[in-house]
Protein backbone atom coordinates (compact mmCIF):
# COMPACT_ATOMS: atom_id res chain seq x y z
CA UNK A 1 0.00 0.00 0.00
CA UNK A 2 1.57 3.52 -1.09
CA UNK A 3 1.74 5.93 1.61
CA UNK A 4 -0.52 8.47 -0.10
CA UNK A 5 -3.10 5.21 0.09
CA UNK A 6 -2.48 5.14 3.43
CA UNK A 7 -3.08 8.36 4.33
CA UNK A 8 -5.82 8.85 2.69
CA UNK A 9 -7.01 5.43 4.30
CA UNK A 10 -6.40 6.97 7.40
CA UNK A 11 -8.23 10.13 7.08
CA UNK A 12 -11.09 8.23 6.00
CA UNK A 13 -11.25 6.42 9.23
CA UNK A 14 -10.39 9.23 11.48
CA UNK A 15 -13.43 10.93 9.58
CA UNK A 16 -15.48 7.98 10.01
CA UNK A 17 -14.85 7.30 13.90
CA UNK A 18 -15.43 11.04 14.24
CA UNK A 19 -19.21 10.35 13.35
CA UNK A 20 -19.38 7.25 14.82
CA UNK A 21 -17.28 6.33 17.74
CA UNK A 22 -18.09 2.75 17.51
CA UNK A 23 -16.10 2.67 13.70
CA UNK A 24 -12.53 3.77 16.07
CA UNK A 25 -12.18 0.04 16.09
CA UNK A 26 -10.55 0.30 12.78
CA UNK A 27 -8.07 2.86 14.07
CA UNK A 28 -7.45 0.75 16.70
CA UNK A 29 -6.76 -2.35 14.90
CA UNK A 30 -4.62 -0.38 12.70
CA UNK A 31 -2.31 1.43 14.83
CA UNK A 32 -2.40 -0.89 17.98
CA UNK A 33 1.03 -2.66 16.82
CA UNK A 34 2.58 0.50 15.88
CA UNK A 35 1.43 2.44 19.61
CA UNK A 36 2.01 -0.43 21.34
CA UNK A 37 6.10 -1.77 19.76
CA UNK A 38 6.48 2.56 20.62
CA UNK A 39 5.54 2.83 24.60
CA UNK A 40 7.09 -1.23 25.35
CA UNK A 41 10.68 0.28 23.97
CA UNK A 42 10.26 3.17 26.70
CA UNK A 43 8.88 1.57 29.57
CA UNK A 44 10.00 -2.09 29.40
CA UNK A 45 7.68 -3.92 31.44
CA UNK A 46 5.11 -5.38 29.66
CA UNK A 47 2.04 -4.86 32.13
CA UNK A 48 2.99 -1.15 32.50
CA UNK A 49 3.03 -1.15 28.51
CA UNK A 50 -0.04 -2.74 28.19
CA UNK A 51 -1.76 -0.38 30.60
CA UNK A 52 -0.27 2.78 28.68
CA UNK A 53 -1.11 1.40 25.53
CA UNK A 54 -4.54 1.02 26.44
CA UNK A 55 -4.82 3.92 27.90
CA UNK A 56 -3.43 6.41 25.06
CA UNK A 57 -6.21 4.52 22.82
CA UNK A 58 -8.88 5.72 25.67
CA UNK A 59 -7.33 9.43 25.37
CA UNK A 60 -7.30 9.01 21.57
CA UNK A 61 -11.14 8.53 21.66
CA UNK A 62 -12.57 10.76 24.26
CA UNK A 63 -10.39 13.69 22.04
CA UNK A 64 -11.08 12.48 18.80
CA UNK A 65 -13.57 15.22 18.33
CA UNK A 66 -10.58 17.64 18.74
CA UNK A 67 -8.07 15.74 16.02
CA UNK A 68 -7.66 18.18 13.09
CA UNK A 69 -6.01 16.08 10.41
CA UNK A 70 -2.72 18.53 9.50
CA UNK A 71 -0.83 16.34 6.33
CA UNK A 72 0.69 14.45 9.39
CA UNK A 73 -0.16 10.46 10.14
CA UNK A 74 -2.70 9.93 12.69
CA UNK A 75 -0.26 7.64 14.10
CA UNK A 76 1.80 10.47 15.36
CA UNK A 77 -0.77 11.60 17.30
CA UNK A 78 -0.83 8.74 18.86
CA UNK A 79 2.88 8.94 19.48
CA UNK A 80 1.96 11.99 20.83
CA UNK A 81 -0.17 10.81 23.69
CA UNK A 82 1.79 7.68 24.22
CA UNK A 83 4.71 10.27 24.92
CA UNK A 84 2.34 12.28 27.41
CA UNK A 85 1.34 8.68 29.16
CA UNK A 86 4.48 7.81 29.55
CA UNK A 87 5.93 10.82 31.17
CA UNK A 88 2.93 11.65 33.50
CA UNK A 89 3.55 7.88 34.66
CA UNK A 90 7.45 8.55 35.39
CA UNK A 91 6.45 12.00 37.31
CA UNK A 92 3.93 10.02 39.15
CA UNK A 93 5.78 7.06 40.07
CA UNK A 94 8.63 9.65 41.36
CA UNK A 95 6.24 11.56 43.53
CA UNK A 96 5.15 8.74 44.89
CA UNK A 97 8.65 7.29 45.92
CA UNK A 98 9.00 10.76 46.87
CA UNK A 99 12.30 11.43 44.21
CA UNK A 100 12.41 14.76 42.80
CA UNK A 101 10.89 15.15 39.32
CA UNK A 102 13.97 16.78 37.97
CA UNK A 103 16.68 14.41 39.33
CA UNK A 104 16.46 11.04 37.67
CA UNK A 105 14.64 12.34 34.62
CA UNK A 106 14.24 9.67 31.11
CA UNK A 107 16.52 10.75 28.49
CA UNK A 108 15.32 13.62 26.26
CA UNK A 109 15.31 11.33 23.33
CA UNK A 110 12.39 9.45 25.01
CA UNK A 111 10.27 12.20 24.45
CA UNK A 112 8.82 12.51 20.65
CA UNK A 113 8.34 16.14 19.25
CA UNK A 114 5.82 16.20 16.21
CA UNK A 115 8.72 15.87 13.60
CA UNK A 116 10.39 12.86 15.19
CA UNK A 117 7.04 11.06 15.24
CA UNK A 118 6.48 11.63 11.51
CA UNK A 119 10.39 10.69 10.61
CA UNK A 120 8.94 7.26 12.88
CA UNK A 121 5.87 7.09 10.81
CA UNK A 122 7.69 7.37 7.29
CA UNK A 123 10.06 4.88 8.30
CA UNK A 124 6.62 2.42 9.40
CA UNK A 125 5.32 3.00 5.94
CA UNK A 126 8.64 2.28 4.28
CA UNK A 127 9.23 -0.97 5.84
CA UNK A 128 5.79 -1.93 5.57
CA UNK A 129 6.10 -1.36 1.61
CA UNK A 130 9.64 -3.47 1.70
CA UNK A 131 8.52 -7.52 -0.04
CA UNK A 132 7.18 -9.64 2.60
CA UNK A 133 10.09 -11.69 3.96
CA UNK A 134 11.71 -8.56 4.49
CA UNK A 135 9.12 -6.65 5.94
CA UNK A 136 8.65 -9.42 8.13
CA UNK A 137 12.39 -9.97 9.27
CA UNK A 138 12.88 -6.29 10.14
CA UNK A 139 10.07 -6.23 12.09
CA UNK A 140 10.46 -9.09 14.06
CA UNK A 141 14.69 -7.95 14.29
CA UNK A 142 13.81 -4.45 15.35
CA UNK A 143 10.10 -3.64 16.30
CA UNK A 144 9.86 -7.13 18.35
CA UNK A 145 13.58 -7.01 19.03
CA UNK A 146 14.04 -10.87 18.51
CA UNK A 147 17.45 -12.20 17.75
CA UNK A 148 18.61 -13.61 14.57
CA UNK A 149 18.35 -17.19 15.69
CA UNK A 150 14.61 -16.92 17.11
CA UNK A 151 13.50 -15.22 13.75
CA UNK A 152 14.79 -18.47 12.11
CA UNK A 153 13.17 -20.56 14.22
CA UNK A 154 10.13 -18.86 13.94
CA UNK A 155 10.26 -18.68 10.07
CA UNK A 156 12.03 -21.67 9.59
CA UNK A 157 14.76 -20.40 7.92
CA UNK A 158 18.34 -20.67 8.20
CA UNK A 159 20.40 -17.96 10.41
CA UNK A 160 22.54 -16.66 6.95
CA UNK A 161 18.98 -16.57 4.85
CA UNK A 162 17.50 -14.25 7.67
CA UNK A 163 20.72 -12.38 7.93
CA UNK A 164 20.17 -12.10 4.04
CA UNK A 165 16.62 -11.14 4.72
CA UNK A 166 17.44 -8.30 7.30
CA UNK A 167 20.39 -7.21 4.95
CA UNK A 168 18.44 -6.63 1.84
CA UNK A 169 15.42 -5.08 3.78
CA UNK A 170 17.85 -2.42 5.28
CA UNK A 171 19.51 -1.78 2.37
CA UNK A 172 16.23 -1.34 0.71
CA UNK A 173 15.41 1.07 3.25
CA UNK A 174 18.63 2.99 3.29
CA UNK A 175 18.00 4.81 -0.28
CA UNK A 176 14.52 6.39 0.23
CA UNK A 177 15.53 7.05 3.82
CA UNK A 178 17.63 9.12 2.69
CA UNK A 179 15.96 11.34 0.70
CA UNK A 180 14.27 14.43 2.60
CA UNK A 181 10.54 14.27 2.17
CA UNK A 182 8.61 16.54 -0.32
CA UNK A 183 7.08 19.12 2.02
CA UNK A 184 3.84 19.78 0.77
CA UNK A 185 2.41 23.14 0.57
CA UNK A 186 -1.09 24.09 2.58
CA UNK A 187 -3.63 24.98 -0.12
CA UNK A 188 -5.10 28.96 0.75
CA UNK A 189 -9.43 28.66 0.83
CA UNK A 190 -8.77 32.76 0.44
Same mark, same amino acid.
Given at each position: ???????A??R????AAQ??P?R?????? $? !?F?????? *??R??H?R??A +???????????L?N?????? #?????VA?L? #????????????R???E &?G??V???????R?S? !?????? $??ARI?R %????L?????RV??? $???EG?S?R????E?K???G??????? &???QN %?? +???????? *? &??R??N?
Open positions: MSAKVKEDDLLVEKDAFIDLYE $R !NERVYAF *VARVDAD +EDLTAEVFQQAALGHFEW #RGVPFWY #RIASNAIADRWQASR &RESAGDRPDEDV !NPEEAE $RRV %LVESPDDQRIEM $RFAKIEIAKLRTTAVKQLQF &RGI %LR +EPLNKKPR *V &RRESD
